[in-house]
């Protein structure tokens, strides 16, 4: 079996056991969302999808989660989802108080009436802005020169709730005169790592993913040499993907949460607290330094893109 079918055989299984999980969320966390409505209780939920296939985001995020716990003292479950309609789902549900969106599913989420507040972005070093790009590419000696090469070919996307493997490249492809419904056939990866590795492979004539995943994380983890892969197109500046945290949480806990994730969720503070050591010492498993703020306005760009393609995930239902 492929890579690709594995990749997205294992998304569709994890995938209904994510939902089901932060649907339901298990008889502890059912308890827990029952009681942390207002920060009254002693567990606050975090839902967040992993950047690339077989990651281990508890070991990811284990640094931010200690760090969280000592500041609010209160006991962090990390709930890890296969895509983002499973995080949206449960914040709007109440069971998941802090949220890891990516900024197009955040944009769903709030346009459907999930009630929560951004606070902040990752980002990639010490001052940086937050935001990134998505890249069209291809495999390198592929005929196909730009997106409007892309038409009648095998495309790959990530996930219909992507900003970067989904939204800004089907903008893209019709800034390129290209129908996404029409002109090419689309397969969903399930993954960044999945679109990129499916080019490489020849599964797909083309395909979409963010910038960093094509540039830096599968080359750091030997799964793609440098040079293998050509982008032929980038997009414009994404806003970072953002940290969401449920109004209903008290004032007071909203505003503990606020700056942790503005002022101390990097790698130098929690190097320097004993949170981790070395390359441990990251945010996420994006490998972000840490966070910028961010606000609601940030993601007005990501509105503008959802009203020139028209598409229907920019309303989740």
């Known amino acids: ?11 569709l299984a994890v995938g209904a056991a994510s939902v089901l ?50 500041e609010t003292g209160k006991k962090i479950e990390l709930q890890n989802a296969t895509d983002y309609a499973a995080v949206i789902e449960g914040q709007r549900s109440g069971k998941v ?32 802005q937050p935001g990134y790009k998505s890249y069209g590419i291809v495999k390198t000696g592929s005929s196909i ?35 996404p419904d029409k002109d090419i056939t689309s397969v969903m990866a399930g993954g960044h790592d999945a679109s990129v590795l499916a080019v490489k492979s020849g599964q797909c004539d083309a395909g979409f993913a963010y910038d960093t995943m094509v540039d830096k994380q599968l080359i750091e983890k030997g799964q793609l040499k440098k040079g293998e892969i050509t982008t032929v197109w980038k997009s414009p500046v994404i806003p970072g993907s953002p940290v969401a945290i449920s109004d209903d949480l008290d004032a007071g806990l909203k505003k503990t949460l606020t700056d942790v994730f503005q002022n101390k969720a990097n790698a130098d503070y929690l190097k320097a607290h004993g949170y981790c050591t070395g390359s441990a010492c990251e945010v996420d498993d994006s490998g972000d330094w840490g966070f910028a703020p961010v606000t609601d306005s940030t993601y007005d ?17």
């Open 1 to 11: 079996m492929s890579y690709l079918n594995r990749r997205m055989l294992s998304a």
């Open 21 to 70: 999980a932060l649907a339901g969320c298990g008889e502890s966390a059912d308890s827990a969302a029952s009681t942390t409505a207002g920060g009254n209780g002693g567990t606050l939920v975090m839902a967040a999808v992993p950047s690339e296939n077989a990651t281990d985001l508890k070991a990811a995020y284990q640094p931010l989660i200690k760090l969280l716990e000592k």
């Open 97 to 128: 108080q802090i949220a890891a969106y990516g900024p197009f599913s955040y944009v769903q989420a709030v346009s459907s009436g999930v009630k929560a507040t951004p606070v902040a972005a990752g980002i990639t070093a010490k001052g940086a």
């Open 145 to 179: 020169k730009d997106l409007k090469g892309f038409k009648g070919k095998k495309v790959c996307f990530v996930d219909p709730n992507s900003t970067s493997g989904y939204l800004y490249p089907r903008a893209g492809l019709l800034d390129a005169g290209i129908n």
């Open 301 to 317: 760009g990501v509105r503008k893109v959802c009203d020139v393609t028209k598409d229907k995930q920019c309303v989740a239902s």
